[in-house]
Nanobody, 120 residues
């Protein structure tokens, strides 16, 4: 069993900051990558940022220069520092992990989501 639990969502004003965290727990061999997706009302879910166990990152163009992703491998935790927030950042943010539980391969796991709301 693998669980991903997010924290840190909430309300912010435009130009403000929030920090999201996600911790993986359960039984697994290793975590290949962790990251964040988001889904705004009426829109499809989109990638925000991801990071591999070696530190390689992938960040969406819409948040480059404003959001920073980091990872604590010892704690199986991924963080998303969100600065210069805009109203269009309002969405439910979902943590994911690409996790190896056995020898066959990896699977994607998802957190329950945390709401981020940015007012103008």
């Amino acid at each position: 069993q693998v669980q991903l639990v997010e924290s840190g969502g909430g309300l912010a004003q435009a130009g403000g900051s929030l920090r999201l965290s996600c911790a993986a727990s359960g039984t697994f061999l290793s975590i290949n990558a962790m990251g964040w997706h988001r889904q705004a009302p009426g829109k499809q879910r989109e990638l925000v940022a991801s990071i591999t166990s070696s530190g390689s990152t992938n960040i969406a163009d819409s948040v480059k220069g404003r959001f920073t992703i980091s990872r604590d491998n010892a704690k199986n935790t991924v963080n998303l520092q969100m600065n210069s927030l805009k109203p269009e950042d309002t969405a439910v943010y979902y943590c994911y992990g690409n996790i190896r539980r056995g020898l066959i391969g990896t699977r994607d796991y998802w957190g329950q989501g945390t709401q981020v709301t940015v007012s103008s």
